[in-house]
């Protein structure tokens, strides 16, 4: 059975950094795009950054220059490295599977695949 563990949320000042993994099974790395969403508390769930099959990175342009989405197909694992965190970046963030590149305005129900999601808390 395919399925996301995203791990590495935590509670961290602002500024500061975290890397986020989610470990893939049932060889979803080798097969499927891969992408980061947040869900804000009252928001609505949001892209964050994908990477392609082939490494072809996109970043929402909020995020652009902060985070870093990287795969390490060997150890079916997605990382999302975050820096110069700020308060407005608290949510709960989830990793996702697509069975074709993620891009940005890629609908969200088209996912085929999602972790059960990793808090983030930035302080101020």
């Known amino acids: 059975q395919e399925q996301l563990v995203e791990s590495g949320g935590g509670l961290v000042q602002a500024g500061g950094s975290l890397r986020l993994s989610c470990a893939a099974s049932?060889?979803?790395?080798?097969?499927?795009?891969m992408g980061w969403f947040r869900q804000a508390p009252g928001k609505e769930r949001e892209f964050v950054a994908s990477?392609?099959?082939?490494?072809?990175?996109y970043y929402a342009d909020s995020l652009k220059g902060r985070v870093t989405i990287s795969r390490d197909n060997a150890k079916n694992t997605v990382y999302l490295q975050m820096n110069s965190l700020k308060p407005e970046d608290t949510a709960v963030y989830y990793c996702a599977a697509h069975r074709d590149p993620i891009r940005i305005g890629t609908p969200q129900s088209l996912m085929d695949t999602w972790g059960q999601g990793t808090q983030v808390t930035v302080s101020s």
């Open positions: 049932g060889g979803i790395l080798s097969n499927y795009g």
């Open positions: 990477v392609s099959l082939s490494s072809v990175a």
